[in-house]
């Protein structure tokens, strides 16, 4: 029988062929792509996106958190913003009055991710209590002036990092987690549908921390995890992923589709974020800062969001800035972390209205700040 340090040799001589394998791989996808978006983009004579520090102001800050803002979600169709913190609560507000209209304190308060039901009655949030909360706005307070909890769904065994429902449908959710799974819940009866991942060889081999639903295409869904890979799945196969996305080099902490659901993006421990071709595999281009002057650290980013159009990726950084991303030419046209009234923190999550008039963004400074666009509307 084989000791100890001879299963670690082998299994280290075997981590090591996998990623020469991989390294070739790369390389030769490399000699196949003649091209990348930014490079055809300035062959076909394309410009950056003009933007004056006027064109994207901040034309309010939500203040009502007394911790950290860990995520937020708008709804499909009114001007709401639900926010999760580390204050163990979720706040509903309304973002053209800045109104607080419910404050849900919640019985474990390590809450890591919130979201909206398509038709805005109800939101979801998930975290370190390994379960998905369910809440209906509409339900009457109880006599601590609290909501109760409408629905609880547990079957994960680790923590729930993110949330998302299913487009146009109010009892489909999906959630991922640190037990390397996603699921896909019937929230009426709070039963698992489906587990994507988990004993099947083809899921992910490290915590998952993020997910987005492809609006084109509600069955397929994109998860990105800390084993530095992206994988896509069909919610009707769940016993292998569709496909395996490599690229980055560190945690993913954000993947959301582009608009037309063709592609989608991700943001990475790495401090890059990238965009693939979900049919192809192929990483069509990355969007890579330089390093921090203090410490020569890149900043990890944490979240992301495209325009409606697609010609603007946001990306939140760990530094506090959050980067206006021109698609195309992978050019930097704007930081809001360098206007006034910025952030004074960790970026922590951002996303973009329904109509795509304007960009929320909250942070570990307790607060969450929209942003209005001027102009460009046509290119936002």
Excluded at 29 to 40: A, P, W
Excluded at 239 to 250: D, F, N, P
Aim: net charge neutral.
């Amino acid at each position: 029988m084989a000791s100890v340090a001879e299963l670690k040799e082998k299994h280290a001589a075997a981590t090591a062929s996998v990623n020469s394998l991989r390294e070739r791989l790369r390389q030769r996808r490399q000699m196949l792509l003649d091209t990348d978006v930014e490079r055809y983009s300035k062959a076909q004579g394309r410009t950056p996106v003009s933007f004056n520090p006027t064109d994207l102001v901040c034309c309010r800050t939500l203040q009502g958190h007394s911790g950290k803002v860990y995520s937020l979600d708008w709804t499909p169709e009114k001007n709401w913003i639900v926010s999760a913190s580390q204050d163990g609560r979720l706040i509903v507000w309304n973002a053209l009055t800045s109104q607080k209209t419910h404050a849900i304190k919640l019985h474990c308060p390590w809450v890591m991710t919130c979201a909206f039901a398509p038709n805005g009655q109800s939101v979801a949030c998930g975290g370190l209590d390994s379960a998905c909360s369910i809440f209906n706005l509409n339900s009457q307070v109880d006599r601590d002036g609290n909501i109760p909890v409408s629905r609880i769904l547990t079957g994960h065994k680790g923590y729930v990092s993110s949330c998302q429902y299913v487009p146009d449908q109010e009892t489909r959710l999906i959630t991922s987690s640190g037990d390397q799974t996603c699921v896909l819940w019937d929230v009426t009866t709070g039963q698992r549908i489906s587990i994507f991942g988990g004993e099947f060889p083809s899921g992910h081999t490290a915590d998952v921390l993020s997910l987005s639903i492809n609006s084109s295409n509600t069955n397929m869904f994109v998860s990105g995890s800390c084993d530095a890979t992206v994988r896509l799945w069909d919610i009707r196969i769940a016993s292998r992923a569709v496909r395996t996305y490599h690229g980055h080099e560190g945690d993913i902490n954000s993947v959301k589709f582009f608009p037309d659901g063709q592609r989608f993006g991700t943001g990475s421990d790495d401090g890059t974020c990238r965009l693939f071709d979900m049919r192809t595999g192929h990483q069509l281009q990355v969007y890579s800062r330089e390093p921090d002057r203090n410490d020569n650290e890149l900043p990890i980013v944490t979240s992301i969001a495209f325009s409606i159009s697609g010609r603007l990726l946001f990306a939140g950084y760990s530094n506090g800035d959050c980067y206006v991303w021109d698609t195309l030419l992978a050019e930097v046209v704007l930081n809001l972390g360098n206007l006034q009234n910025s952030h004074e923190g960790r970026i922590s999550c951002l996303g973009l209205s329904s109509d795509g008039s304007a960009l929320c963004t909250g942070s570990w400074d307790k607060n969450l700040k929209i942003w209005a666009f001027s102009g460009h509307r046509k290119i936002v």
